[in-house]
């Protein structure tokens, strides 16, 4: 059984996969002892999984454990995300009513914030109007059939995407959310006719209102369809080479795993799938030092992902995005930019200093990993201030000083005529700048007191920016967790599975409290038939009601816990005053859709806790170039702090999957947790 307590498992190992752009992240867990074990090996953007294999191998070497223990195999892939990102996937065309071919063309008025108000071009279409093809039905707003399916559209329409050579379709019909059985019709159709081609129907990822954005996200699915089952296969046949024989969970945009069964017939449920595992670790390091609200920034080699968790609380919203399309499905509620450890900075035609999105990647990656990269990076510029010691990755992986003073030189400080720790310095301000601004986003923009929050930086480059970015929002504590660099894989070892129902409320049905019932029996109905195919114990499942709700005219809906229509209109009321700072009296409160959160409680891992330090001591000293000189700082190897130790900045603190940054000012403590404690003097 898929959830058996590893405890009592004659294969207690758990191992949790996390592939990023610049490196992928393995733990592998031994439920029985509690002893963990992390690895980090570089990425391979030609075959993910060959990283994935490679990790698990040397994560299961270090242990110097037997793979057949592996009870559990967990991961987080950006592979549907990067698909959708770099517009990379399958060649796909929709099929949509007559009469809606144009749906993605006329999209929403909505520009970009950032964007130029005047001179702003909608963005390519995943899908041109050439591959989008009518089929004759129509069924009206309140579920029933004005005009019956045409088959012989069907038929048509079939033969135009074999003309098109499309290798996926997306079938998104009119109001199919009310009455599905023309969608379902239409797709077995399509099987039928082209048995090669990936078929999704939008009722079956997303059956709710708007009809731009469930056309997208049964387009998204549909693209990354063939890819991810691919991928998927590919893993469990490494996983089988090296006699694993475990299920394999993969996580979700909304901070639960699922089979890969449920995953290959929507892939689009991963879209932020690494970013979630890491708040998801980053809540259970919290919980364990007592923290209820913390801010996370995951910093890896490409991007910064930020989210804001109050009260222990992660957040969902069905109003995320990935690139320039809207993604309409229940993910975590947060913000990504393109900074990182491996953001190249560059001088603008106009003089100004730019660090990032473009990153080096794991390939040739920053000046100073000595791959052949010439570019300055924001980890060049750590190297050059010597904020990172000459090794890394336990003295697998050496830096070349040299290279990243050269590139800063070149890249930055000639061209603005700056001293070369002064161009360094100016990288790390700007790269800071910008995540900073992000960290704002969800925080002040909705309502929140950074002050209130406690930071805590994760992702290999996640502890070197972590006091500097508190004390830029007057933050005066950062956690830092015992393992920052793999906490993304470690949270996969926290996740439940986890999966949304939704239906959206019929007019004139909003305020019958028997049609609400009926409504949710039937999204309970599809809970039950989840928890089956996933195996999931009756002791271990639990569900939660929520309403999406909005004032009558407004554009968007507000999650709201469910208690009845009794406590509908306060609860809603409650929720846009803490969100917004008021409510209105006088509107009138609509509930527009239903949805039932499923979760399938996975058995924890064991906690493990620090033995109580004797006093840190350095293993040396390192030179720091700071703005008001040169200072040494001392060293430490993190793996010998004890439980109650300080350390006074500056200091560095080493370990084998990142390096924390303690600037002057700042002092650190080990909790029992294994988490440093920062706080600002």
Not at 53 to 81: F, K, M, P, S
Not at 514 to 521: E, S, W
Not at 558 to 564: F, S, Y
Request: charged share 20%.
């Amino acid at each position: 059984m898929l959830l058996i307590d590893p405890a009592t498992d004659p294969r207690p190992l758990s191992v949790a996969v996390d592939i990023g752009g610049t490196f992928t992240d393995v733990t592998l867990q031994d439920a029985a002892t509690g002893r963990a074990w992390t690895a980090k090996t570089p990425s391979t953007p030609h075959d993910p999984s060959e990283a994935f294999q490679n990790g698990v191998r040397l994560a299961l070497g270090t242990a110097r454990e037997n793979a057949a223990r592996i009870g559990r195999v967990l991961h987080g892939t950006t592979i549907a995300t990067n698909l959708i990102l770099e517009g990379k996937g399958a060649r796909t065309a929709l099929i949509t009513t007559a009469g809606f071919r144009h749906v993605l063309e006329i999209g929403r008025q909505d520009i970009p914030r950032r964007a130029n108000l005047h001179a702003w071009i909608k963005p390519r279409r995943p899908v041109p109007p050439s591959r989008v093809f009518e089929v004759t039905e129509r069924i009206a707003a309140d579920g029933s059939v004005l005009v019956p399916l045409d088959e012989a559209s069907v038929h048509r329409a079939a033969e135009a995407c074999r003309e098109a050579g499309v290798t996926a379709i997306a079938i998104c019909l009119l109001h199919a959310f009310t009455t599905s059985a023309h969608e379902r019709r239409v797709a077995e159709m399509l099987r039928d006719a082209l048995p090669d081609v990936a078929i999704t129907a939008s009722v079956d990822v997303l059956p709710v209102v708007r009809e731009y954005e469930r056309s997208l996200a049964a387009i998204l699915n549909a693209q990354v369809m063939p890819a991810v089952s691919t991928y998927v296969q590919r893993l469990e046949r490494r996983l089988a080479e090296d006699g694993i024989a475990a299920p394999l969970l993969l996580m979700k945009s909304n901070g639960g795993v699922a089979g890969a069964g449920s995953i290959r017939r929507a892939p689009a449920v991963t879209a932020l799938s690494g970013p979630a595992a890491g708040v998801v670790g980053a809540r259970a390091v919290a919980a364990a030092a007592g923290i209820p609200n913390i801010l996370t920034v995951d910093i890896g080699g490409t991007s910064a992902d930020i989210c804001l968790m109050k009260d222990g609380a992660i957040a969902l919203t069905q109003r995320g995005s990935v690139g320039d399309w809207p993604l309409p499905l229940p993910m975590l509620d947060m913000v990504t930019i393109g900074a990182g450890g491996g953001s190249i900075a560059r001088v603008t035609r106009d003089g100004a200093l730019a660090v990032g999105p473009e990153s080096a990647g794991a390939q040739p990656g920053p000046a100073c990993y000595g791959r052949g990269g010439t570019l300055a990076t924001v980890t060049d510029a750590h190297v050059v201030l010597g904020h990172l010691p000459p090794s890394l990755l336990g003295g697998r992986m050496t830096l070349d000083v040299a290279a990243a003073e050269e590139a800063v030189r070149r890249g930055v400080a000639e061209p603005l005529g700056l001293g070369l720790h002064e161009a360094a310095r100016g990288i790390l301000a700007v790269v800071d700048s910008n995540m900073v601004g992000a960290l704002r986003v969800v925080s002040v923009e909705r309502g929140h007191d950074p002050r209130d929050f406690t930071l805590v930086p994760f992702g290999g480059a996640g502890p070197l920016h972590g006091c500097a970015l508190a004390a830029m929002l007057g933050i005066r504590q950062v956690l830092v967790p015992p393992s920052p660099g793999v906490l993304c894989a470690q949270g996969l070892l926290f996740a439940d599975m986890r999966a949304e129902f939704s239906r959206s409320v019929l007019p004139g049905q909003a305020e019958e409290a028997a049609a609400i019932d009926t409504a949710f029996a039937a999204l309970a109905s599809d809970a039950d038939a989840w928890f089956e195919e996933e195996a999931i114990p009756q002791a271990a499942r639990g569900t939660a009601p929520v309403a999406l709700m909005r004032y009558a005219g407004q554009g968007a809906e507000l999650p709201v816990p469910w208690r009845g229509l009794s406590h509908a209109a306060a609860d809603f009321a409650a929720a846009h005053r803490a969100l917004y700072g008021f409510d209105l009296p006088e509107g009138r409160a609509e509930i527009v859709t239903l949805r039932l959160e499923a979760v399938g409680t996975l058995p924890p891992p064991s906690a493990q806790t620090l033995h109580p330090g004797t006093g840190a001591t350095p293993i040396g000293t390192h030179p720091v170039h700071l703005p008001g000189g040169t200072a040494e700082a001392a060293l430490y190897d993190r793996a010998s702090l004890g439980a109650g130790d300080r350390i006074a900045g500056p200091a560095i603190l080493t370990q084998l999957d990142a390096t924390t940054l303690l600037p002057p000012g700042w002092t650190a403590e080990a909790l029992p947790s294994g988490a440093l404690l920062l706080r600002q003097d």
